[in-house]
């Protein structure tokens, strides 16, 4: 009965064979600077957030009677609404990221 050679299709394709006497290239680890993570954006959106609050409520105590004042006061709601923006943005950068 005569040898029945298999035909490998692996052998046919380009770079299975591996050669140790060539130097390979090592690629670099891609690492993100902190300034761009999402984390990082997570964290500066909620601390913009907390402390446009602590604005207020510091703005609200000065005179318990009149509420209106945080109302009035331009500053402490609008940086609590940008931190929540940006702590959004972030969540929605968490959440499209494709691994």
Same mark, same amino acid.
């Given at each position: 009965?005569?040898?029945?050679?298999?035909?490998?299709?692996?052998?046919?394709?380009?770079?299975?064979? /591996?050669?140790?006497?060539?130097?390979?290239?090592?690629?670099?680890?891609?690492?993100?600077?902190?300034?761009?993570?999402?984390?990082?954006?997570?964290?500066?959106?909620?601390?913009?957030?907390?402390?446009?609050?602590?604005?207020?409520?510091?703005?609200?105590?000065?005179?318990?009677?009149?509420?209106?004042?945080?109302?009035?006061?331009?500053?402490?709601?609008? /940086?609590?609404?940008?931190?929540?923006?940006?702590?959004?943005?972030?969540?929605?950068?968490?959440?499209?990221? /494709?691994?």
């Amino acid at each position: 009965m005569p040898v029945r050679q298999v035909h490998l299709p692996e052998r046919e394709r380009i770079g299975y064979e /591996v050669n140790y006497a060539v130097q390979r290239s090592a690629k670099a680890v891609e690492v993100t600077p902190f300034w761009r993570r999402i984390k990082t954006e997570e964290r500066i959106g909620s601390l913009t957030f907390w402390g446009g609050a602590i604005w207020a409520i510091q703005i609200a105590t000065k005179d318990i009677s009149k509420l209106i004042h945080v109302l009035l006061t331009p500053g402490p709601l609008e /940086v609590c609404g940008v931190g929540l923006l940006i702590w959004l943005h972030a969540k929605w950068r968490r959440s499209v990221r /494709v691994v």
